[in-house]
């Protein structure tokens, strides 16, 4: 269970007991209690996960996907996702090509050479 909380000059912050049993808490500066209320209950469902062990329900998935930055990395302090970490175009390119390169036709290789060597001229390696 997770609360909302009121500090001085307006601000917002949430409360929770974590996984561990620890109390947590993530500032969410001043915005709306209405918008408060709708981190906490995703804030609750990350943490019942955590719990459980289960997976997260399509809602709280697609919600994590569209949040900033700023708050991902809040959730991240607390344990509640895994941290972001930002990768450049060719260190995905190279990742890929590690886990999938080995079992692949010869005609597969050469696509993905022209996909990589494309995405690359267009976008750049970082």
């Given at each position: ?60 998935s ?45 005609q ?9 060597r ?9």
């Open positions: 269970m997770a609360s909302v909380s009121n500090d001085l000059g307006g601000t917002r912050r949430i409360q929770f007991i974590a996984a561990d049993h620890s109390r947590k808490t993530i500032r969410l500066g001043k915005i709306s209690q209405r918008l408060a209320e709708s981190v906490k209950i995703r804030v609750e469902a990350l943490v019942s996960r955590q719990i459980t062990g289960g997976s997260l329900d399509r809602d709280t697609a919600w994590l996907t569209k949040i900033s930055d700023e708050l991902r990395d809040k959730l991240a302090r607390v344990g509640l996702v895994d941290a972001y970490e930002a990768i450049t175009l060719q260190q995905a390119i190279d990742a890929f090509k590690q886990k999938r390169g080995g079992a692949v036709k010869p597969t290789r050469v696509n993905w050479g022209h996909t990589f494309n995405l690359l001229e267009h976008f750049g390696p970082n």
